[in-house]
């Protein structure tokens, strides 16, 4: 967990902070999918992490939900961006934007600047963690503070993460997934996968067209994924009817789709947590490999509930593996936990200023 100083004010010069400390305290998870924002003991903001630019006038229409509802239905007039993609801060303005408005949404009727602990992907560049803090920064924060998502999940989770023993949790969600060893508060080892989540979308979409010749959109290739999809699809009898158009007439198109047309895209991505989770217990020190073979692994993260992932995942690590009770939202609770307790939990996880 780290503290980021703003590195100087327009006219060059530190910026210094009374001692009184009268400021709210806030949590934002900004992820490549979602944006979340704790504040006053509940989540305020919970939408898309999209902004919606008109394309001839490069005006910003819409954010968050309203950014959602335009992608796909007004592409040749809008564009509907996500300001961050695997763990980069790819459009900075937009993501400025978006988060002005929610953070004016979220802290409505606040005077004083705000504390705000945010999430951070273990693969970040130290180059895009500044360039985040500083908007942040720009938008009126006192004070942002760091956490690693692996960390924030397992203190979501509930994970005594000052222990000396050490715990592994897997985050599976946005476009980056990623892991870490968990001891006395801090990553003892990390391993990531940027864009791991796009590219099993755009895997799934291509599956599509090439099986039942039919073109599908984002958003019902993500409802394929969250509604049918399993690991096992053998012995699976569901069905789901999606609507798109034919490649070859361009008519409107009805196809029933089955689990089993989403294994071919689906084996690659659980392959690809399974290689990267594997990775990570071969470079564990040798102290900690005791404690996280009887722990086993947490998962996390919007993909942690696949149907058949745990079992999977236990089989081929020989280790416990299981998802943890509201993998979506367990980060933004992580770092809630951290609002409600900042103290302490400067006191106890490992905790740095960086200027």
């Known amino acids: 967990m780290a503290v980021f100083r ?63 509802e335009m992608r796909e239905r007004l592409s040749r007039k809008v564009q509907v961006v996500a300001p961050i993609v695997g763990g980069k801060l790819i459009q900075p303005d937009l993501a400025f934007e978006l988060l002005r408005v929610a953070l004016s949404r979220a802290l409505k009727g606040q005077f004083f600047s705000p504390t705000l602990v945010v999430s951070l992907h273990t693969l970040s560049h130290p180059e895009m963690i500044t360039a985040y803090t500083q908007l942040l920064y720009r938008l009126g924060a006192k004070e942002v503070i760091g956490v690693a998502e692996p960390l924030a999940a397992a203190i979501g989770a509930g994970v005594p993460v000052a222990d000396v023993s050490g715990g592994l949790v897997a985050v599976l969600g946005g476009t980056v997934v990623e892991a870490g060893v968990v001891a006395l508060g801090s990553l003892v080892q990390t391993v990531s996968r940027a864009e791991a989540d796009q590219q099993l979308i755009q895997a799934l979409i291509q599956q599509i067209l090439s099986t039942h010749d039919l073109v599908i959109g984002r958003e019902t290739a993500l409802e394929l994924l969250l509604k049918l999809a399993r690991v096992n699809s053998l012995n699976s009898t569901r069905t789901l009817w999606v609507t798109g158009k034919s490649a070859r007439s361009g008519a409107p198109k009805e196809v029933a789709i089955h689990p089993v047309d989403l294994t071919p895209a689906l084996q690659l ?38 149907e058949g992932l745990e079992d999977y995942l236990a089989k081929k690590l020989n280790l416990p593996v299981a998802a943890v009770e509201n993998p979506s939202s367990v980060v933004i609770q992580g770092l809630a936990t951290i609002c409600e307790n900042l103290d302490q939990y400067k006191q106890s996880l490992a905790y740095e200023v960086r200027e």
Do not use: C, H, Y
Request: no cysteine; proline share 6%.
């Open 269 to 306: 991505w659980v392959q690809g947590v399974e290689q990267m989770l594997a990775q990570l217990l071969r470079e564990i020190p040798p102290e900690l490999i005791t404690d996280v073979t009887t722990k086993g692994v947490l998962l996390a993260g919007g993909m942690a509930k696949l």
């Open 6 to 68: 703003p590195t100087s004010n327009n006219w060059g010069i530190k910026w210094s902070w009374p001692q009184l400390n009268f400021s709210p305290v806030a949590a934002v998870d900004f992820g490549s999918e979602q944006l979340r924002i704790w504040f006053g003991g509940t989540v305020v903001v919970d939408e898309p992490s999209l902004v919606a630019v008109e394309n001839r006038t490069q005006r910003i229409v819409g954010v968050g939900v309203a950014a959602a």
